[in-house]
């Protein structure tokens, strides 16, 4: 929607709340009972002298700035085709693309209401807290103040220069939580209740914040959806810096990038990451360790008890891979290429196989393809979740609840996949946005559970089952049995001990009906999934 038809549709009132901010006043707008602000800059504009710089505070405005839109969103490139037929993600143009929105039932600063603050995903590259899936009215409606930013993207956020800082995303993400502890009282917000939660890179993003020393005392409870704490490669990320820079004909440094166009630039961001995947890998942006903002690994920091006072709910879709796999015809190639692919995966998992022989005894009737999607899930985002919550588990640590979303999209394909859950958790499965994943009529009763259980941990950290312990219980959104299981998938999670040392080279035995290859398959020859011509003779030579 354009910014001038959402001014038309929100058009000013003498009633409309008016908060005063750090920087300035902001007028809202009631809807349906709910104060809203959209727009709030936290940050001054990342571009001209303050491009590839970290945020810094922004200009100071006389008057009462109008907050009845969204404000501009960070530069990215648009979803692909196969992706945009699922995925939302509206562009507003404009500089000023670090500010924040606020949905409050009580503008004021006596209320002291829980807070909950979102964090998009979108692999570090796309989304933005524009994205109508992500409307907040239902958690204000519910007695939540809910706050979602925009941060930088792509190579404006996570490029990795010799002469600017890393991480400048993560850094303004930092900087909204700021804002955030300082004001949102201002808005009716405890600055001592709040929760983060986020899924996906946001996810991923929230593990890092809990393992920076330089987010103490800004979240009181973290929520982790479908996304681990992790650092990427520093050298993954140079070379998808040095391919843009290639293509652009300038050297990788950050100055140079910042004379680039920024619409350019993400467009050659596309072309150059087009291939990476979760599946299959792939140069790609991500969270590096900086020694400053991010000191260390932060799987790493939290197992070694990091944020161990800070109360957790994380978990996963039971078939996330199959929105990385399904949209992008890969299904019907990964079935076509059976021990090929497993072995693919076996590389990709740094596993032996032992591995992908134990998740065929426990799926005997699966294609390669759930084979392979499940044992890359599990191998980069389960089990580190499972091991954090492990981590947690004895005395003097707070709490890890779990949970498992498994009721599976009305779409052909889709199953219960990756970000899923996000209409149900926001109670907003029935939006148009939700429905391009969900499709139509998805269940409102389960919206209703899921949300009232996102709302009750942030009010007081019980989302309503027991937390982690020995018996390993996990909750179950959508699933056909008692949703409640204890000791849920143990047997697969425990394959990755010794197993997951062995050797990387042999294609698995009796892992579908591909051709047997000797020797090793290197991990290029998966990535060829993504031809339409699948794996070439020579990659496997």
């Avoid at 990342?46 to 404000?71: M, T």
């Avoid at 979760?278 to 360790?289: E, N, R, S, T």
């Avoid at 005894?361 to 580190?384: F, I, K, W």
Wanted: charged share 25%.
């Amino acid at each position: 929607m354009e910014r001038a038809d959402e001014v038309a549709a929100n058009p000013q009132s003498p009633s409309d709340p008016v908060v005063r901010t750090p920087y300035g006043a902001v007028r809202g707008r009631y809807e349906q009972g709910i104060a809203v602000f959209r727009g709030i800059p936290f940050a001054a504009p990342p571009f001209g002298p303050n491009r590839f710089r970290p945020p810094v505070p922004p200009e100071p405005w006389d008057g009462v700035r109008d907050a009845g839109v969204f404000g501009p969103t960070p530069p990215k490139p648009p979803y692909s085709e196969a992706f945009a037929r699922y995925l939302s993600d509206p562009v507003v143009a404009g500089d000023d693309c670090l500010n924040l929105n606020v949905w409050t039932p009580e503008p004021g600063p006596g209320a002291r209401l829980p807070v909950m603050v979102w964090i998009h995903g979108g692999a570090l590259t796309r989304g933005s807290s524009a994205v109508p899936v992500y409307d907040g009215s239902t958690f204000a409606r519910d007695g939540v103040v809910l706050v979602s930013f925009n941060y930088r993207l792509g190579v404006e956020g996570y490029g990795l220069f010799p002469d600017a800082p890393p991480n400048l995303g993560l850094r303004d993400q930092l900087a909204a939580l700021e804002w955030v502890h300082e004001t949102v009282s201002a808005f009716g917000g405890d600055p001592d209740r709040v929760t983060v939660f986020g899924e996906s890179a946001g996810a991923i993003s929230i593990g890092a914040l809990l393992a920076s020393p330089r987010a103490r005392g800004l979240f009181r409870r973290a929520v982790l959806q479908s996304g681990p704490p992790e650092s990427t490669d520093r050298d993954r990320v140079r070379r998808l810096v040095r391919r843009m820079a290639t293509r652009l004909k300038v050297p990788a440094t950050a100055a140079a990038f910042a004379e680039v166009d920024r619409t350019l630039l993400a467009d050659v961001q596309a072309e150059v990451g087009r291939r990476a995947s979760p599946i299959l890998g792939g140069p790609a942006f991500g969270i590096v360790v900086d020694g400053d903002l991010v000191p260390r690994d932060p799987l790493e920091a939290l197992l070694d008890g990091a944020a161990g006072d800070i109360p957790l709910l994380m978990g996963w879709t039971s078939e996330e891979h199959r929105l990385w796999l399904a949209p992008t015809g890969l299904v019907e190639r990964i079935d076509r290429l059976g021990a090929v692919a497993v072995a693919g995966a076996m590389a990709r998992c740094h596993c032996g196989p032992d591995v992908p022989r134990g998740y065929r005894n426990a799926r005997p009737d699966e294609p390669v393809s759930d084979l392979v999607g499940q044992m890359v899930t599990d191998y980069l985002l389960r089990r580190p979740l499972h091991r954090l919550a492990e981590s947690r588990a004895g005395d003097g640590h707070a709490a890890a609840h779990v949970y498992e979303f498994a009721w599976r999209s009305n779409l052909p394909g889709l199953g219960a996949c990756h970000a899923l859950e996000l209409g149900f958790v926001f109670d907003s499965a029935g939006v148009p946005e939700a429905e391009k994943l969900a499709g139509p009529d998805a269940p409102r009763e389960l919206a209703h559970e899921m949300h009232r259980a996102w709302v009750r941990f942030a009010t007081d950290g019980e989302p309503g089952w027991p937390a982690w312990d020995a018996t390993r219980p996990v909750r179950i959104f959508g699933g056909d049995g008692d949703p409640l299981v204890r000791g849920h998938r143990d047997a697969e999670m425990d394959l990755w001990g010794a197993a997951a040392t062995a050797p990387q080279t042999a294609p698995a035995p009796g892992a579908g009906n591909g051709p047997r290859l000797r020797g090793a398959v290197p991990l290029a020859a998966v990535r060829r999934l993504r031809r339409p011509g699948g794996v070439r003779r020579s990659d496997l030579e």
